[in-house]
Structure formats: structure tokens, C-alpha cells
């Protein structure tokens, strides 16, 4: 059983910034891939960005240059950065984990205002 938990979640206003943490536990074997997704309200869950376990990265289009994604293999950690924060940057981020199998977290919300 593994358990992903994110934290950091919150409102803030527009043009301001945000650090998710996302930490996997339990019956880890070793993790490949960790990221975030987000789900705006009425919109599908579209990926944010994503960090493999060699420390390669991929964004959206529409956060590159703003948020940045790192991880802790240590800690099976991963960070997401958000800085320069838009309106449409608000939604639920999840956070996934991939240890031989697909794991999400339960996500956390973030509101961005003007």
C-alpha cells in the first residue's frame, strides 16, 4: 500500500506564489515518475508537470517559465513551485506517484484572486 499526500494548497492573489509538497509512503519499491495534475472547475484534469526519478522535467506550456518541479529521491518528495500565479491557475493539483504501480493523491486546492 502506498499513500501520496499533498500539502501547501491555499489562496493567494494574482501574481503571487505557492510551493505544493507532495510525499509518498509506505510500500514503496522505488519510484519512477512523480508530477501534478490540475482540474479546474468544469474543465478535464490536464497535467502540470512532471519529474522523473534521473531528475528530467516536463511542463505545460502554460505554467513553463513560472512553476518549477523538483523532488527529494531521499524523502520520495516532490515539489511544485508556483510562482507568478495567474486566475486561470486555479483548481485542485494532484499529485501522482508511479512505483510499479499508479498512485494520486487526494489533492489540495488552489485559489488564486485578484
Known sequence: QVQ?????GG???????????CAASGSIFSINTMGWYR???????ELVA??????STNYADSVKGRFTI???????????????????DTAVYYCYAISRSLYWGQGTQVTVSS
Do not use: F, W
Open 4 to 8: 501520496v499526500v499533498e500539502s501547501g
Open 11 to 21: 489562496l493567494v492573489q494574482a501574481g503571487g506564489s505557492l510551493r505544493l509538497s
Open 39 to 45: 482540474q479546474a472547475p468544469g474543465k478535464q484534469r
Open 50 to 55: 512532471v519529474i522523473t526519478a534521473a531528475g
Open 70 to 88: 523538483s523532488r527529494d529521491n531521499a524523502k520520495n518528495t516532490v515539489y511544485l513551485q508556483m510562482d507568478s500565479l495567474k486566475l486561470e
